[in-house]
């Protein structure tokens, strides 16, 4: 197993690395169980941060993110689930392609939520930015229930994610080419 070498709010990690296709690798970053980086990466985040008044991620590697950064800032924060619960009434939509589960997903709200989110600022949280395309659901779906959008934050920007000019992010996360 190969392995990348992270430095990120002041912590180091090795990230195995992991095939997202015949040609290239991806380093795995996951939040689950590592405490010590949730909270420190939390702090960094919210830094960097305009005023808000929700954060809001997709289900599920953001949610510990989320949670951490909720807990500290003291403003709640809301999950876009991918599938409708039963306690979830007049659902709103979107679909999503992602890297990470190489296929089509749906994230959904709550009318719960979306009431939460009407009218209010939207910072959107996730793990890693890659191709974007999660982010492009989580804003369609702010739209769908009236909020605005004041900030895209990540830990990491993947490829050329790092590029972008409207994300905020702590780390650059490089990909691995090969034949």
Do not use: W
């Amino acid at each position: 197993m190969q392995y990348y070498t992270l430095h990120v709010a002041g912590l180091t990690r090795q990230l195995p690395l992991c095939a997202a296709s015949d040609k290239m690798d991806i380093a795995a970053f996951i939040m689950f169980s590592d405490v010590e980086l949730t909270i420190a990466c939390a702090r960094e985040l919210i830094a960097k941060l305009p005023p808000c008044d929700i954060l809001l991620t997709a289900e599920s590697k953001g949610i510990p993110l989320a949670y951490e950064m909720s807990r500290q800032m003291g403003v709640p924060y809301i999950v876009a689930r991918k599938s409708v619960k039963v306690y979830t009434r007049n659902p709103i939509e979107v679909t999503v392609n992602s890297i990470t589960t190489q296929h089509t997903q749906k994230l959904y709200l709550g009318e719960d939520e979306v009431n939460m989110i009407r009218g209010k600022r939207i910072a959107v949280i996730d793990d890693v930015i890659s191709t974007g395309e999660s982010l492009t659901a989580l804003d369609e779906l702010v739209g769908k229930a009236g909020g605005k959008i004041v900030t895209q934050a990540a830990v990491l920007a993947e490829g050329d994610a790092a590029s972008r000019t409207d994300i905020v992010f702590l780390e650059k996360l490089p990909l691995f080419f090969h034949d």
